[in-house]
């Protein structure tokens, strides 16, 4: 079964609702990693002040191919808000996966 | 799609946003890290240094972009000595919008 | 004999206790120990050893394994044109030579000296000994031997020696050395774009279309330039065990961060209430990035595995991830491709 990584940029405000939709899907296993970004927008102005970077929230997850579509629908529904600043989700093949505690090339 | 990654010196990142928007580049992710190089950190006197602070950007752009991007970056945090960092180029299969709930490529 | 060593000796050990780790291209690693080696055909060589950096020679008399027989003994494959690593038993220190160097007949895996059994400041008890390439090669206290499709570049070249270790006419002539056929190692890898001058930095603000690739790379290069990305999980203890395991199996760069993650048992739960959401829903995890050749895949995700394996059965030792690059460039030379590792 291919695996696919998907990198999902968030708004750190909507990681609870993400992670909750996300479990109740069956997707348990996933990475979380605070970063700093921008989109086509290039930050925000809030009056006289420019913020030219954001926190985000950036989630990986391997996922099995079949279920690539289920989990990136997930997100994309869990935080959206219509807004510029939703995050973007990257798609990535992976060639191999190891499990660490067995050493099997499985997830 | 391509995924470009740069890890760069934490002191050059203002110069290579900047030239990255001179460029059409406006959306990327920062990230600080820790890394080093071929050259096992560094010694200086009589201490030594496995691990740099680094800062790491991720620019998502059409595959046709890619080595526009990666020339932009590399002219603009260029130092010429050890520790300038590490751009590298991968294939992403598709990319999708949270906010139009669209894929885009 | 003088002795010479870049990096701090191991302890000491016997050569019947002594375990060496050997690993074919794509095969499991397996060891053989000292014992074993020893049962093979012994021969003796008188040869010089060459310095060349130090400008030193001695001739001595080595008696070992020819590393030829050790090879087919062992079942030590590489691919037809790869290459073998020879590592040292302190784990940093290793050296490369090339199918066609290593088969030769002079390549010996020493273990007495002009006599003597091997002394410990010489490399003992089981050194390499390769009396026609530069000193470097013969790789002391011997302690793993391994295949690779390309050449992993040993340790004496990134510190900037010579690029094959190959000896200068004059040493060649003064003791009638010839050098084996067939092929050497690698010279570095410098890709085109290295060899010329780099762009001029422009002094005023760089313009988009000032930044235009200066080597276009033909669409054939992807996919062909045989990079591998790969993220680690694992964890944050085993921080450091993992520089250690990566350093010894000759992966020296990586980058590294700290995330939040947890895998299919979604977190930590107390004893006292085992059902339920879980009280720690991310734990803190180390998040190591590589960017390798694709001949160090195997040798990479091993060392993190051993690196990180508890070997208690519980969960949370964590996950590798092997991803394709299509172009890698390093920022201060400009080196493109596989020399940009």
């Given at each position: 079964m291919n695996l696919q990584l998907l990198w999902a940029i968030i708004r750190p405000d909507k990681k609870p609702q993400v992670l909750h939709r996300l479990e109740t899907e069956g997707f348990y296993a996933m990475t979380e990693i605070p970063?700093?970004?921008?989109?086509?927008?290039?930050?925000?102005?809030?009056?006289?002040?420019?913020?030219?970077e954001l926190a985000k929230t950036l989630l990986l997850?391997?996922?099995?191919?079949?279920?690539?579509?289920?989990?990136?629908?997930?997100?994309?529904?869990?935080a959206h808000t219509g807004h510029p600043g939703d995050g973007k989700i990257f798609v990535q093949p992976v060639g191999q996966v190891f499990t660490v505690r067995t050493g099997q090339p499985e997830l | 799609?391509?995924?470009?990654?740069?890890?760069?010196?934490?002191?050059?990142?203002?110069?290579?946003?900047?030239?990255?928007?001179?460029?059409?580049?406006?959306?990327?992710?920062r990230l600080d890290v820790m890394g080093r190089g071929r050259q096992k950190g560094i010694?200086?006197?009589?201490?030594?240094?496995?691990?740099?602070?680094?800062?790491?950007?991720?620019?998502?752009?059409?595959?046709?972009e890619a080595d526009r991007a990666v020339e932009t970056l590399k002219i603009a945090?260029?130092?010429?000595?050890?520790?300038?960092?590490k751009i590298f180029v991968s294939p992403l299969g598709a990319v999708y919008s949270i906010r139009t709930k669209s894929r885009e490529s | 004999m003088p002795v010479i060593n870049l990096y701090p000796a191991p302890t000491p050990i016997p050569l019947e206790g002594l375990p060496i780790e050997v690993c074919g291209l794509e095969k499991p690693l397996q060891t053989v120990s000292g014992r074993e080696l020893a049962a093979l055909q012994s021969v003796t060589l008188t040869v010089p050893l060459i310095c060349q950096i130090f400008n030193w020679s001695e001739v001595v008399e080595w008696e070992g394994v020819r590393f030829a027989d050790f090879l087919e003994a062992f079942r030590i494959e590489t691919h037809p044109e790869?290459?073998?690593?020879?590592?040292?038993?302190?784990?940093?220190y290793f050296e490369t030579l090339s199918v066609d160097e290593a088969r030769d007949p002079r390549v010996l895996l020493a273990h007495r000296l002009n006599g003597e059994p091997l002394s410990e400041a010489n490399g003992g008890p089981l050194r390499l000994v390769v009396p026609f390439l530069q000193g470097y090669k013969s790789v002391k206290w011997v302690g793993s031997v391994r295949g690779f499709r390309k050449d992993p570049i040993g340790i004496k070249r990134l510190l900037g020696q010579s690029?094959?270790?190959?000896?200068h006419s004059e040493w060649l002539a003064r003791y009638g050395i010839t050098l084996p056929p067939g092929r050497p190692g690698d010279p570095p890898a410098i890709s085109a774009s290295a060899t010329r001058p780099s762009p001029a930095i422009p002094s005023g603000p760089v313009l988009g279309s000032l930044a235009t690739p200066s080597d276009a790379p033909d669409s054939t290069r992807e996919d062909q330039i045989g990079l591998k990305g790969i993220l680690a999980f694992?964890?944050?203890?085993?921080?450091?065990a993992t520089r250690q395991a990566l350093e010894a199996a000759g992966v020296i760069s990586y980058t590294t961060f700290r995330v939040l993650g947890r895998g299919r048992q979604r977190g930590l739960r107390f004893a006292a209430t085992p059902e339920g959401p879980p009280a720690i829903p991310f734990l803190p995890k180390q998040c190591f990035s590589l960017l390798i050749e694709e001949s160090q895949v195997p040798a990479a995700v091993e060392a993190i595995q051993k690196a990180n394996r508890t070997g208690k059965g519980e969960h949370g030792d964590g996950k590798i991830l092997v991803l394709d690059v299509s172009d890698a460039v390093r920022i201060s030379t400009d080196e493109r491709g596989p020399a940009a590792v």
């Open positions: 970063v700093y970004g921008r989109g086509k927008q290039r930050g925000i102005q809030v009056g006289s002040v420019t913020y030219d997850l391997t996922v099995e191919e079949d279920r690539c579509q289920q989990a990136i629908q997930a997100i994309q529904e869990a | 799609m391509k995924m470009v990654w740069a890890i760069l010196r934490p002191e050059k990142i203002s110069d290579a946003i900047a030239s990255l928007e001179k460029a059409g580049f406006y959306a990327f992710t010694v200086t006197g009589s201490s030594r240094y496995e691990e740099i602070a680094k800062t790491s950007l991720m620019l998502v752009v059409e595959d046709h945090v260029r130092t010429g000595n050890p520790g300038d960092g | 790869g290459y073998y690593a020879i590592y040292s038993r302190d784990g940093v690029p094959t270790g190959q000896l694992i964890r944050p203890s085993k921080h450091q």
